[in-house]
């Protein structure tokens, strides 16, 4: 899958800049797949994530106590929001410093654990390989942050293989 | 190192839709929820207490230490007042008028929470609180500050 990183303005603001992953072939992110497949089973639990989302771009940031980071054994920087433990809805992101977010896609988390559910090991897999390929490209210079810290700069094309 | 080339993201209909239409309340919860583990992570930071120091503290598992601290916790009062006082501080919670009162009119008490935790005095910290209802033609309704101590 050829992708691009796209800002979601509409989450960004002075706490953290959130970016996702928009496929070349379409025209809605990861994201935007995630909200729209899940709203009508997961109404209120989706509308409690677009919430921490906007609240963590707008005011408080990638805070490491609300990120999920590196736990479950996830990449380094690969995250997941949930929501509340019954429902178990997982969406992944990759955090980079504590002033930008990139969020793929995600699920409900249905088996015992993560590796016995293909399509969220797919969303996870996503995150990690990103993570490594941002960390690659750091090293040869092309890709970077504004000075602000809240700007992906560089070559922001990926492909995940 | 110039900017990227900007590709183009259809508007999501479904996501502005659902922006514009939630609830006020369900949402300060959210916001309330995140302020409250990142008042809590800041205190045990500054304090120098891991989430394992804690629960050890408080006879509870590290795990619900961290979700607690995740925000995705709807805390109850004794919980709240638990964590203050195996943190040797005590709670206050003080209501504030909210910033945008003027457009709310209605028979709703609106109200604004935010938990300090402050360090303890000799004695227990009188609990300031306001509040106010909104509707001008209802006498309960009027604006009131009311405040109460406990003595301990």
């Known amino acids: 899958?050829?992708?691009?990183?796209?800002?979601?303005?509409?989450?960004?603001?002075?706490?953290?800049?959130?970016?996702?992953?928009?496929?070349?072939?379409?025209?809605?992110?990861?994201?935007?797949?995630?909200?729209?497949?899940?709203?009508?089973?997961?109404?209120?639990?989706?509308?409690?994530?677009?919430?921490?989302?906007?609240?963590?771009?707008?005011?408080?940031?990638?805070?490491?106590?609300i990120i999920n980071e590196g736990k479950g054994g996830l990449y380094d920087g690969v995250f997941d929001v949930r929501d509340k433990p019954d429902i178990q809805l997982r969406l992944y992101g990759f955090k980079y410093r504590s002033t930008l977010i990139i969020l793929g896609g995600g699920g409900q988390k249905t088996t015992r654990t993560i590796q016995e559910d293909p399509n969220l090991t797919y969303f996870q897999e996503i995150m990690k390989d990103l993570s490594k390929q941002i960390d690659e490209r750091i090293a040869e210079n092309d890709f970077g942050v504004s000075e602000d810290g809240y700007e992906l700069l560089g070559n922001l094309d990926f492909e995940k293989k | 190192m110039t900017p990227p080339m900007k590709k183009e993201r259809k508007e999501n209909l479904l996501l502005k839709k659902i922006r514009e239409n939630r609830d006020p309340i369900k949402k300060k919860n959210v916001q309330f929820r995140i302020d409250t583990a990142c008042a809590l992570d800041d205190l045990m930071q500054s304090k120098g207490i891991s989430p394992s120091d804690l629960a050890k503290k408080l006879g509870k598992y590290p795990s619900e230490i961290s979700k607690w601290l995740s925000g995705n916790q709807n805390f109850t009062q004794e919980v709240l007042l638990d964590i203050a006082h195996a943190l040797d501080f005590e709670l206050e919670i003080p209501f504030r008028k909210r910033a945008d009162d003027k457009q709310e009119l209605n028979l709703r008490?609106?109200?604004?929470?935010?938990?300090?935790?402050?360090?303890?005095?000799?004695?227990?910290?009188?609990?300031?609180?306001t509040g106010r209802a909104c509707q001008e033609n209802h006498q309960m309704c009027k604006e009131s500050g009311v405040s109460y101590s406990t003595g301990n």
Do not use: C
Request: hydrophobic content about 35%; overall charge negative.
């Open chain 2, 109 to 129: 008490i609106h109200f604004e929470v935010t938990i300090n935790v402050e360090k303890p005095n000799e004695k227990f910290i009188p609990t300031p609180v």
């Open chain 1, 1 to 65: 899958m050829k992708y691009t990183l796209v800002k979601i303005e509409e989450y960004s603001g002075k706490g953290a800049s959130i970016y996702s992953i928009l496929p070349d072939d379409k025209d809605e992110t990861l994201l935007d797949d995630f909200i729209n497949l899940h709203y009508d089973s997961f109404t209120e639990e989706i509308e409690d994530i677009i919430d921490t989302i906007e609240y963590i771009g707008f005011e408080v940031g990638a805070r490491t106590n």
